[in-house]
C-alpha cells in the first residue's frame, strides 16, 4: 500500500507570510502528484497538479517536487487568512487517489 | 464544463434506517466515479470506486454498497444504518487512474 504522509500541524503563520506545506510519498515510481484545499465543512478542491521535477508556480501558489527524495511541497506566499484551510496531498495509485491526511494552515491576521 | 451534483446536502436518520445517496456527472463520458466519507476531523476514507457502469470496487467491507446503473450516475447504499455511518460522503470523478479526482459538494450524514 502505497504511503503519503503529512504532518497535521496546524501550521500558524502571518499575514502576508510564506507557508510551506510537505509532503512525502512512499512509491519512488510515483509520477504525478495533486494538491487539495479543504475548508471546513465544505469538499476538497483542487489548486496544484505537478508532474516533473522542479517548480510549478500558478499565482501566489508554488508546488515544488523532489523525486530523488520523495517530496512534494506546496509554497503559498503572502499569505491571507483566506487561505486557512486543510491542505491535502494526494497521489496515484492504480485507479485510486492515495490522500495524506492534510496539514491545517492557520493565517492570522 | 463539468459539473458534478450530489444530494441530498444533509440527512438525518435514525438508526436501522436505509441510505441512498445519488451523485451524477454532467460533461463527460465514461468517467472514474468515487465515494469517500469523511468523519469529523480526520482524513478521507475511499469507499468505492467505478471505472464503468456496472463495475464497483469495494475498499472498506462494511453495511455500505454502491451502484452505477448509468455512465455518469453514482449510488451509495445502506440497508441499515449505523451510528458509526455518520460522515460527510463526498462523491468524485476524475477521466482517469493519474489524473486528478473532482468533488462534489457533498452529503453530511449524521445517523441519530
Known amino acids: 500500500q502505497k504511503e503519503v504522509e503529512q504532518n497535521s500541524g496546524p501550521l500558524s503563520v502571518p499575514e502576508g507570510a510564506i507557508a510551506s506545506l510537505n509532503c512525502t510519498y512512499s512509491d519512488r515510481g510515483s509520477q504525478s502528484f495533486f494538491w487539495y484545499r479543504q475548508y471546513s465543512g465544505k469538499s476538497p478542491e483542487l489548486i496544484m497538479s505537478?508532474?516533473?521535477?522542479g517548480d510549478k508556480e500558478d499565482g501566489r501558489f508554488t508546488a515544488q517536487l523532489n523525486k530523488a527524495s520523495q517530496y512534494v511541497s506546496l509554497l503559498i506566499r503572502d499569505s491571507q487568512p483566506s487561505d486557512s484551510a486543510t491542505y491535502l496531498c494526494a497521489v496515484p495509485y492504480g485507479n485510486k487517489l492515495v490522500f495524506g491526511a492534510g496539514t491545517i494552515l492557520r493565517v492570522k491576521s | 464544463s463539468q459539473t458534478i451534483h450530489q444530494w441530498p446536502a444533509t440527512l438525518v436518520q435514525p438508526v436501522g434506517s436505509p441510505l441512498s445517496l445519488e451523485c451524477t456527472v454532467e460533461?463527460?463520458?465514461?468517467?472514474?466515479l468515487y465515494w469517500y466519507r469523511q468523519a469529523a476531523g480526520r482524513g478521507l476514507q475511499l469507499l468505492f470506486y467505478?471505472?464503468?457502469?456496472?463495475?464497483i470496487s469495494s475498499e472498506v467491507p462494511q453495511n455500505l454498497s454502491a451502484s452505477r446503473p448509468q455512465d455518469r450516475q453514482f449510488i451509495l447504499s445502506s440497508k441499515k444504518l449505523l451510528l458509526s455511518d455518520s460522515g460527510f460522503y463526498l462523491c468524485?470523478?476524475?477521466?482517469?487512474?493519474?489524473?486528478?479526482?473532482?468533488f462534489g459538494p457533498g452529503t453530511r450524514l449524521l445517523v441519530l
Open positions: 505537478i508532474y516533473s521535477n
Open positions: 468524485a470523478w476524475s477521466e482517469g487512474g493519474a489524473l486528478p479526482q473532482y
Open positions: 467505478s471505472v464503468g457502469i456496472g463495475q
Open positions: 460533461g463527460t463520458s465514461n468517467p472514474n
